[in-house]
């Protein structure tokens, strides 16, 4: 009885904190939970225009793009689902492998009757969204890929040999009970040594993403995105097999992190890329260097219209 009482209280506070939304997305935004891909994503849906999606990637959800949200909002369509398995989207069994979450995007496109797009995305975001821009090619505009590889693309191998990223292969049942009740302290690794300054991705916004990974299954679904890379590997060289994207690319590093290797990495994948690099920034750009990302986001997506 007392540990079902205890269950249930910790069930309240991660719904409270979730709810508490960090950084406001504008109040003319609209939530949907869409179903796609037999599943259901959580997705934003702000102001209008030219559609642009923005996609998220691990240690947060679609709450990191609201200052980006604001910004393009006054002249985009800005569509910002949770991937599955995060943030406030269903948590499905499988289907992590990243062409599978591009075909759940692309469920969310069809129900809102949208065609083009431009593609802004982060981290795991980058590879769910390479994944959609291969096989639907004809349908991005422009992409905007910041701060993390892409599995099997260029210099993966020499990026899987980097020691910060020993998660990539850290999962399964006994990992799980190891974080089960302490996401917080597995998270603030993350936020802490990948950024250039840690005070940068503030305490609210620490508790705020702590709790939506606490849910039940949401730590599962999280060590998931990694265990698919093996299979991404396979898809992504599918995918290059074919011809290298030709929309134009953004690649953003930040200068404390990916910085210019974003760069060479999609240099590999597509054959009009232009390098970004965001000044003072680890990985969390959005969180440590909005201002500069918002901007260099900005200016991109103006310059092919």
Same mark, same amino acid.
């Given at each position: 009885?007392?540990?079902?009482?205890?269950?249930?209280?910790?069930?309240?506070?991660?719904?409270?904190?979730? @709810?508490?939304?960090?950084?406001?997305?504008?109040?003319?935004?609209?939530?949907?939970?869409?179903?796609?891909?037999?599943?259901?994503?959580?997705?934003?849906?702000?102001?209008?225009?030219?559609?642009?999606?923005?996609?998220?990637?691990?240690?947060?959800?679609?709450?990191?793009?609201?200052?980006?949200?604001?910004?393009?909002?006054?002249?985009?369509?800005?569509?910002?689902?949770?991937?599955?398995?995060?943030?406030?989207?269903?948590?499905?069994?499988?289907?992590?492998?990243?062409?599978?979450?591009?075909?759940?995007?692309?469920?969310?496109?069809?129900?809102?009757?949208?065609?083009?797009?431009?593609?802004?995305?982060?981290?795991?975001?980058?590879?769910?969204?390479?994944?959609?821009?291969? #096989?639907?090619?004809?349908?991005?505009?422009?992409?905007?890929?910041?701060?993390?590889?892409?599995?099997?693309?260029?210099?993966?191998? #020499?990026?899987?040999?980097?020691?910060?990223?020993?998660?990539?292969?850290?999962?399964?049942?006994?990992?799980?009970?190891?974080?089960?009740?302490?996401?917080?302290?597995?998270?603030?690794?993350?936020?802490? @040594?990948?950024?250039?300054?840690?005070?940068?991705?503030?305490?609210?916004?620490?508790?705020?993403?702590?709790?939506?990974?606490?849910?039940?299954?949401?730590?599962?679904?999280?060590? @998931?995105?990694?265990?698919?890379?093996?299979?991404?590997?396979?898809?992504?060289?599918?995918?290059?097999?074919?011809?290298?994207?030709?929309?134009?690319?953004?690649?953003?590093?930040?200068?404390?992190?990916?910085?210019?290797?974003?760069?060479?990495?999609?240099?590999?994948?597509?054959?009009?890329?232009?390098?970004?690099?965001?000044?003072?920034?680890?990985?969390?750009?959005?969180?440590?260097?909005?201002?500069?990302?918002?901007?260099?986001?900005?200016?991109?997506?103006?310059?092919?219209?």
């Amino acid at each position: 009885m007392l540990r079902i009482l205890a269950t249930s209280l910790i069930a309240l506070l991660s719904a409270s904190l979730a @709810e508490a939304k960090v950084v406001q997305f504008p109040p003319t935004c609209k939530v949907q939970d869409i179903p796609t891909n037999a599943t259901s994503l959580h997705v934003r849906i702000c102001g209008s225009g030219p559609a642009v999606v923005l996609l998220h990637g691990y240690g947060e959800t679609g709450d990191m793009w609201a200052p980006l949200a604001a910004d393009l909002a006054r002249d985009h369509t800005v569509i910002v689902p949770d991937l599955r398995g995060m943030g406030l989207s269903a948590l499905p069994v499988g289907g992590y492998d990243k062409k599978t979450q591009g075909q759940d995007v692309a469920g969310v496109l069809d129900a809102l009757k949208v065609g083009q797009i431009d593609l802004v995305t982060h981290d795991i975001g980058n590879m769910v969204g390479f994944a959609f821009a291969a #096989e639907h090619r004809d349908q991005v505009k422009a992409f905007v890929l910041m701060d993390a590889p892409l599995p099997g693309v260029g210099p993966w191998d #020499e990026i899987l040999k980097n020691p910060l990223l020993w998660h990539f292969r850290f999962g399964g049942p006994d990992m799980e009970r190891l974080v089960a009740g302490r996401e917080r302290i597995y998270l603030d690794r993350f936020w802490n @040594e990948f950024s250039a300054d840690p005070a940068k991705f503030d305490e609210e916004s620490r508790q705020h993403y702590a709790a939506l990974y606490a849910r039940p299954g949401a730590m599962h679904a999280g060590f @998931e995105q990694f265990k698919a890379f093996d299979q991404d590997v396979k898809d992504d060289q599918a995918f290059l097999a074919t011809g290298k994207l030709t929309m134009p690319v953004l690649a953003v590093g930040g200068d404390h992190s990916f910085g210019p290797m974003m760069a060479v990495v999609m240099r590999a994948a597509a054959t009009n890329v232009k390098e970004g690099v965001v000044r003072d920034a680890g990985h969390w750009l959005m969180e440590e260097q909005p201002g500069q990302t918002v901007s260099m986001v900005r200016t991109f997506l103006d310059a092919q219209k």
